[in-house]
């Protein structure tokens, strides 16, 4: 369902409720049914109509707060199989890989779709090649599910080795998370439009040296690597400080430009 701000909730409308400690749970409402949690079953009758912020009751009388979720959010509590990419990962994907609205974007591998929700949500048209079916369903569960309906409609998802061979053409975009993405490098020739970006996300050094060897074997242009850190910081009275622990390693981004 699309979403309308201040709007009162919607039945079909995707709703996040937090508990006192504020952990979160996605729900898809839909009138006359409910949803467990560990405080009890929230009745989604209980929720439609009612505005963001509203405090649901459950059957066992434990308070819910009830709010939209943001796609970070989604993406962290919606249900994975493969490790997904981080939003820290994923908000400077967007920007190191000048993501907007229109640009036909290869995707390989698809995962759980943590990568395929935040690219259709910046308004791409999306080919994804992923080798296994199950990961296939799920990332296309997740867009079903959890984003609005015409997502859907700039979403495919192949079941495809993407080191064998690609078959369309004039891609904006490809962006590569798997274990060899210098295996695709080879093969981009009419695939990848000239001025188009490739971007790989990789966990290790070996890999991305791999990776950094192809690109400059077939000459990408300006080829840049970085990470992301993302320090949290605590707040309470009388102590602002940086949090004791903090995901220190996630994954390296490399992009480069086809000319
Ligand atoms: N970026 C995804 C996670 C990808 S995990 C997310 O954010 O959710 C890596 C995926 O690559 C796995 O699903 C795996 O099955 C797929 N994969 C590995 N080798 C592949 C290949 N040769 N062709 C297509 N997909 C492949």
């Known amino acids: 369902m699309d979403i309308k701000d201040d709007a009162s909730f919607g039945d079909g409308e995707v709703v996040m409720v937090l508990d006192d400690k504020r952990r979160g749970q996605i ?10 949690t560990h405080n009890g079953m929230i009745d989604h009758d209980f929720i ?10 459950t059957r066992k009388g434990k308070h819910f707060r009830v709010v939209r979720p943001s796609i970070s959010e989604i993406i962290e509590l919606m249900p994975r199989g493969a490790q997904v990419i981080y939003p820290k990962d ?28 935040t690219l259709l949500n910046a308004g791409v048209d999306l080919v994804g090649y992923e080798i ?13 599910k959890f984003l609005p309906k015409e997502a859907l409609d ?18 904006d975009r490809v962006l ?24 790989a996300y990789q966990t290790s050094v070996g890999q991305l040296e791999q990776f950094r060897a192809a690109l400059a074997k077939w000459r990408y242009f300006m080829p840049q690597t970085v990470e992301v850190s993302v320090r949290p910081w605590h707040y309470s009275e009388n102590v602002l400080r940086p949090e004791h622990r903090m995901v220190a390693h996630t994954g390296f981004l490399t992009v480069a430009r086809k000319l």
């Open 48 to 57: 439609i109509g009612k505005a963001e912020g509203y405090l649901v009751e």
């Open 154 to 171: 700039r979403y495919r998802v192949e079941l495809r080795d993407v080191y064998e061979e690609i078959s369309e053409s004039s891609f």
């Open 27 to 36: 729900i898809v409402l839909k009138a006359g049914s409910g949803s467990n």
């Open 132 to 144: 296994r079916e199950d990961f296939k369903n799920r990332a296309f569960n997740n867009v079903e």
């Open 176 to 199: 590569l998370d798997l274990p060899e993405p210098w295996r695709v490098v080879d093969h981009l020739e009419g695939v990848l439009r000239s001025g188009g970006l490739i971007m």
């Open 90 to 117: 994923l908000g400077q994907i967007l920007m190191m890989g000048d993501i907007r609205p229109g640009l036909k974007v290869l995707e390989s591998g698809v995962g759980s779709g943590a990568l395929s929700m």
